[in-house]
């Protein structure tokens, strides 16, 4: 008689895949009407791969590894270092300017939308920054006269009090 493996380390993780020699006695045990809990304990599998392995042979008839739904990816990892550096290099190129950058560099064929799409998911947005008055020197000496005499300025002194409720610090 086996016994149930109470060490966590022995148990199947979240990311592995069962092997097919392991989903073989799966399907057995449930043709041989054993309860999801049976075949769990037995085969030292946990009851949801084991419900999942059962949901999938009795919609597709098969336990084989289905191929992953959706297109293949574009860029390679490669790609996505050569778009960060060459962003990271000059912020200001355009996103045409840099799918023609990664042609020639990489040899991809990729458009600005697609570029734009992997920079948004890296992080980066195109948005502008804030504009900034530029300080002269001639309005910097017009201006300190007029901090210097409002230094001392209080809440209370010049609001009325309908505005600002007299509290004390």
């Known amino acids: 008689m086996q016994t149930a493996s109470t060490n966590i380390g022995e148990r199947m993780g979240r990311s592995q895949e069962l092997s097919d020699s392991k989903r ?50 574009h860029m390679t990892g490669r790609g996505q270092r050569m778009l960060k550096h060459t962003v990271r290099r000059s912020r200001q190129l355009s996103a045409e300017s840099i799918a023609k950058d990664l042609q020639t560099w990489c040899d991809l064929q990729m458009s600005p939308t697609t570029v734009c799409r992997e920079l948004h998911g890296m992080g980066f947005h195109g948005r502008a920054a804030a504009s900034k008055p530029s300080i002269t020197k001639c309005n910097a000496k017009r201006g300190m006269p007029w901090c210097k005499a409002r230094r001392h300025w209080t809440l209370e002194r010049y609001l009325p009090d309908c505005i600002v409720p007299s509290v004390k610090f």
């Open 24 to 73: 073989g006695p799966v399907i057995g045990g449930h043709l041989g009407n054993k309860s999801i809990r049976d075949i769990s304990w037995l085969l030292n599998i946990p009851q949801s791969a084991v419900s999942g392995i059962i949901t999938k042979w009795k919609q597709l008839g098969t336990t084989a590894t289905q191929p992953p739904s959706g297109r293949p990816r």
